[in-house]
């Protein structure tokens, strides 16, 4: 089985606003570092947003900063990323990751994050 399935991806326009969520089955992220990747066409998958296992920290690559907000949700098992500001070069597949490393400056490498979802398609219009 998947351990995390993300949703609300989908078409979103220049400057408009989407929510991801990620959802664990069976676990919670309690004891794990969450972190958003994007993979855009013909390119690696990159590190966008992390937050740290107990909640209290939080890294963004620059591109990103300002307009993207990475929060976990009520429910244990629970994360999401909030987009706003969008702008077409945020199109790409966003994964949800859970992991046991965080660093406060990065870097970061998917292979470092042992759990991953299925990803969710972000598609920005100009």
């Known amino acids: 089985q998947v351990p995390l399935v993300e949703s609300g991806g989908g078409l979103g326009q220049t400057g408009g606003s989407l929510r991801l969520s990620c959802a664990a089955s069976?676990?919670?992220?309690?004891?794990?570092?969450m972190g958003w990747f994007l993979q855009a066409p013909g390119k690696e998958r990159d590190v966008v947003a992390v937050l740290s296992a107990d909640g209290s920290s939080t890294y963004y690559v620059d591109s990103v900063k300002g307009r993207f907000t990475i929060s976990r949700g009520n429910a244990k098992n629970t994360v999401h990323l909030q987009m706003s500001d969008l702008k077409p070069e945020d199109t790409a597949v966003y994964y949800c990751?859970?992991?046991?490393?965080?660093?406060?400056?990065?870097?970061?490498?998917?292979?470092?994050?042992?759990?991953w979802g299925q990803g969710t398609q972000v598609t920005v219009s100009s």
């Open positions: 990751a859970a992991g046991t490393y965080y660093s406060i400056s990065g870097p970061y490498h998917p292979n470092e994050y042992p759990y």
């Open positions: 069976g676990w919670t992220f309690s004891n794990y570092a």
